[in-house]
């Protein structure tokens, strides 16, 4: 495997430099994979001479879609850095945590996010189209086991985690998303999925431009936009969230578009409703709804369209390269139809946690990654997701952790106890709710505004409710399966 062709953009440019490879929805914008390739070696070259960037450094990446990012890729790819995308929405103080644990040589940012206040050498992305090819790097030798990227996911402890994903995993999630979706050079897929997620590069991007394929790139979701540029482009996949699709459904051009080319939907981060299947169904538009993480894969299961109403709820069966087992409290595998902790092995899972030991020794044994979902297999073999082992609710296709919350909210005088569970909500799927044990008297306002540059927008409860005491359970621990 370590003698496998790193550098796509190399291998495709030397073939087909003339095939579209990335088209921005914003600005109508369209490049081929000899552009992306000739500036990768720019930017590759500039890192290398000017910047000093050698093989396992850094490079972080604050920016929505766009086709720098592209191009960073490409010189990672040449240089064996390792991208870190960080997530635009955290404050200030959020992101100076994870730029100081990643420890950053370079920080790559869009000029509407501001990085005076962020301990790290910065330049803006812009700029990256005014660096001179100065001369050719020396060949550097890249291991398939190298990391390609960090991508920071939050843990169960609060603590943000940086899954360590190799080129290893990036070769065979592409390999497991081809076989499942038919991924070849004649793919055109939608990409709108926000750029700091493995979901924004993994599902689809990294597998569509593995294989020649076609990417078409929007730095925002605009439910009316992506519709129409979903017909504009004849695009033949695309993966979006049940909220996002909601949005979808309820524009006006909805009905009158008929999205001939794209015959089904990849839905992750959440269950989907059956109504809304059928919304989907009745445009002749299929839901392959599956299962990922960001230490795996992520395209870790898919239910196939064809079985998309026979078997709602479930996140169908593994791909082909991931291997799947239950198993009880204590590690045993679970009989067929009983539940257990969904496991997963396989080429497409994480070697670490970046610099965090303890977290890595808990989430993968004897080579098994705990994914913390409870789940059962039926007697066909397909897989439903029944329970979280974690307190983690998702809002709006966003990973929350409630303890994250709560270590903030602790921090406020008047709080002596406080436990934030997710709730149901039509927009969002769910919302955090906090209840919470006062020592004197607050308003759900102050505490809403004592959130704001603490916690980003999605994580701030949505609700508060003041109680006496926080109900126990027999063995004296906060019961927080009564409060939702």
């Known amino acids: 495997m370590n003698n496998i062709n790193l550098d796509w953009f190399s291998f495709w440019s030397g073939i087909v430099p003339d095939n579209k490879a990335v088209s921005l929805l914003d600005g109508d914008r369209t490049y081929t994979y000899g552009n992306i390739n000739s500036n990768g070696e720019n930017i590759a ?88 090819h100065l ?31 190799s080129h290893r995993m990036l070769y065979w999630n592409s390999l497991n998303t081809s076989v499942s979706l038919g991924i070849n050079s004649d793919s055109c897929a939608l990409v709108c999925m926000p750029p700091f997620h493995t979901g924004g590069w993994n599902v689809l991007l990294t597998p569509v431009l593995h294989h020649g394929g076609h990417v078409i790139l929007t730095e925002k979701f605009d439910s009316g936009e992506i519709l129409i540029a979903l017909d504009k482009f004849g695009c033949n996949q695309f993966m979006a969230v049940p909220t996002m699709l909601r949005m979808m459904a309820s524009e006006p051009t909805f009905n009158n578009l008929q999205l001939k080319h794209l015959p089904y939907i990849i839905v992750g981060g959440e269950a989907m409703s059956i109504d809304l299947i059928k919304v989907y169904e009745s445009k002749n538009i299929s839901i392959r709804q599956g299962f990922g993480m960001t230490e795996a894969g992520p395209n870790l299961t898919s239910l196939h369209h064809n079985q998309s109403m026979k078997k709602i709820g479930s996140i169908g069966k593994p791909n082909m390269y991931v291997n799947v087992k239950l198993i009880d409290e204590i590690g045993n595998e679970v009989k067929q139809g009983e ?146």
């Not at 390792?82 to 644990?101: A, F, G, H, M």
């Open 135 to 165: 001369e050719s790097i020396p060949q550097i030798r890249i291991s398939s086991q190298d990391p390609i990227f960090i991508l920071y996911t939050s843990g169960s402890t609060g603590i943000p985690k940086g899954v360590v994903y």
């Open 339 to 484: 539940l257990g902790e969904l496991c997963f092995s396989g080429p497409i899972v994480m070697p670490a946690y970046w610099k965090n030991e303890e977290a890595t020794t808990e989430a993968l044994v004897d080579g098994w990654l705990l994914s913390g979902d409870i789940a059962l297999i039926d007697e066909e073999g397909y897989l439903y997701i029944k329970d979280r082992k974690k307190n983690m609710f998702i809002s709006g296709g966003e990973n929350v952790y409630p303890a994250e919350i709560e270590k903030e909210l602790l921090k406020h005088a008047a709080i002596t106890e406080i436990v934030v569970v997710g709730v149901p909500n039509e927009k969002w799927g769910e919302v955090g709710k906090a209840y919470v044990v006062a020592s004197q008297p607050i308003t759900e306002v102050e505490l809403k505004e004592y959130c704001k540059g603490k916690l980003s927008k999605f994580k701030i409860p949505k609700h508060f409710e003041f109680i006496d005491k926080m109900p126990v359970s027999s063995t004296g621990k906060v019961d927080r399966k009564s409060l939702n």
């Open 45 to 132: 070259s500039y890192l290398y001479h000017i910047r000093g960037i050698r093989k396992g450094d850094r490079i972080g990446i604050l920016s929505k879609n766009c086709i720098e990012n592209i191009y960073l890729f490409a010189a990672a790819q040449k240089l064996g850095a390792i991208l870190v995308p960080l997530n635009y929405r955290l404050t200030t103080y959020e992101l100076s945590q994870l730029i100081e644990d990643a420890d950053l040589s370079l920080l790559f940012y869009n000029k509407e996010f501001g990085v005076e206040e962020l301990d790290c050498t910065s330049i803006l992305l812009d700029d990256i189209h005014t660096f001179d």
